[in-house]
C-alpha cells in the first residue's frame, strides 16, 4: 500500500528547553509540517509513502530534502522553485503559559503554486492514499486550487482520501474565508479528522456541552458531530475526532473517538503529564490511524487505538516527527506504559 501526502514543510525555529523568545540567544533549527509529518510516521512504520511539496533551489530546500529522505519519505515528486522555505518559530509552554507559535511563510515556494505544476497522474501511479491538511489550502489561492486539483484527481482514480482539517487562524489571510474553500475539498474526502475547534470553525458543525478547557472531554459529545459531517459531506465513511483535555501546558488528557457510520468506536484516554513537545501530536495521530486502518482491516476499535497510543508517545519526542516504531506504539497499546529500560 502508497501514501501520497501533499503539503507545505517548514524549517522549525525553536527556542531551547522552555525559554521565551526574548530570552533565548540560540534557537534549535529543525524541520517539519502537517502532511510532512504525516509521511514521516508512516515511513518509520514501514508503509511506502511520497511527500509532495514545492521548496526553493537552494541549499535550505535540499537540507530539507536531505532530512526527508534520512527518514524514509519519498521526495521523487518534490518541486523546485519559488523563492524561500516557510518558517515557524516556536515558543515551548510551560504549565499556565501557552506555547506560542510565531509564521514567517509569506511567498513561500508552495505559496505560489499554480495548478498544472505537479502532474497528479504520474504522482497518484501505483497509490492507494492521499493525505492533505486543511493547513494547505490556506496558505494561498494557488495552494488551494492544487489541493482540490490533487483530490480529484485522487477521486477519479479510487483512492482514499483523508484529511485533517486542522484549522490555523492566522493562515487565511488571502482573502476567503475557511467555510469559502474548505466545504469543496472535504466533499472529496472518505476520511475526516479533526477536534472540536476546526468542526466549528472549518465547517460551522459544533459540538454541545463539551469544555475542553476542563481537562477532560466526554466522547459521546461527538457523536452528533460527526453524524452531521457525513450527513453534510456523504461520501466520509469514517469521521474521527482527538480528544485533548488541556489540564494545563505540560499536562493533558489524549484520546479519540472513531464513526464510521454505524458505530462510535472510543479508545482509551491516556493521561499525559509531562509533556516535552506537542506539536504534531495530530499529525502523529494521522499517521497512525492511516496505518492502523491500511494494517488492521475491517477493525476501526484497533486502528483507532493505534492512532491514539501513536500520537501519546509523540508528546515524548521533540520535533515535529514522530520518531516511534509499531512494536512500540504496540506495546503501549497492550498497557505497558511503565518506561523501563529496553535492553
Known sequence: MKVITFGEV????????????????????????????????????????????????????????????KHGVGTHFIQRGGERIGIYFLEKGAVSRASKVVYDRAHSSISQIEKGMIDWDDVFKNADWFHWTGITPAISQGAADVCL?????????????????????????????????????????????????????????????????????EAEAYLSVSKLIMKQFPKAKKVITTLRGSVNANHNTWSGVLYNGKELFK??????????????????????????????????QKALNFAVAASCLKHTISGDYNLVTVSEVEKLMSGDASGRVSR
Request: glycine share 12%; hydrophobic share 40%.
Open 10 to 69: 517548514m524549517l522549525r525555529l525553536a527556542t531551547p528547553e522552555y525559554q521565551r523568545f526574548s530570552q533565548a540567544a540560540s534557537l534549535e533549527a529543525t524541520f517539519g509540517g502537517g502532511e510532512a509529518n504525516v509521511a514521516v510516521s508512516l515511513a518509520n512504520y514501514g508503509i511506502p509513502v511520497e511527500f509532495v511539496t514545492r521548496l526553493p533551489k537552494n541549499d535550505i530546500g535540499d537540507a530539507c530534502i536531505m532530512d526527508l529522505k
Open 267 to 300: 479508545a482509551p484516554v491516556y493521561d499525559i503529564t509531562h509533556i516535552v513537545d506537542r506539536v504534531g501530536g495530530g499529525d502523529s495521530f494521522m499517521g497512525g490511524l492511516i496505518y492502523g486502518l491500511l494494517t488492521y482491516k475491517n477493525d476501526d
Open 149 to 217: 486539483e490533487a483530490i480529484r484527481n485522487a477521486n477519479q482514480k479510487g483512492l482514499t482520501v483523508s484529511c485533517d482539517l486542522n484549522y490555523r487562524k492566522k493562515l487565511w489571510q488571502y482573502g476567503k474565508s475557511v467555510r469559502e474553500v474548505m466545504p469543496e475539498l472535504v466533499a472529496g474526502c472518505d476520511v475526516v479528522l479533526g477536534n472540536e475547534e476546526d468542526a466549528e470553525m472549518a465547517l460551522g458543525i459544533k459540538p454541545e456541552g463539551v469544555d475542553v478547557t476542563a481537562g477532560s472531554v
